[in-house]
């Protein structure tokens, strides 16, 4: 382990903080404002959190030995890519079910 890799350690935790605040406020500004496409920016911001906490859980790995920061930063993606894909799959499924009960014109 160098010098530098706590430093790093530490900047990258501190960037994954700002990221997620920020994306927080960029949703909550989007949902007041109802503009969608903000709306869409924090969660786009929520994903560059995302991985940079990634980050620091592979530098916290390499620089101090904490073994368990990788597998817990990879739960975390695994986390959020189940999230995801249940609000993008869900709505569609739901969509198609009512389709298929709707009754048919005469």
Do not use: C, H, Q
């Amino acid at each position: 382990m160098d010098g530098n890799s706590k430093p790093v350690a530490f900047s990258t935790a501190v960037t994954a903080g700002a990221m997620f605040a920020l994306a927080a406020g960029k949703a909550r500004a989007g949902r007041a404002l109802g503009n969608p496409v903000l709306r869409t920016e924090g969660r786009v911001t929520l994903v560059d959190g995302i991985l940079a906490a990634v980050l620091t859980g592979l530098v916290l790995n390499a620089a101090v030995g904490l073994w368990w920061a990788d597998p817990l930063a990879a739960l975390v993606i695994v986390f959020y890519a189940l999230r995801e894909a249940r609000e993008i799959v869900l709505p569609g499924l739901l969509a198609r079910r009512a389709v298929a009960k709707a009754p048919e014109a005469p």
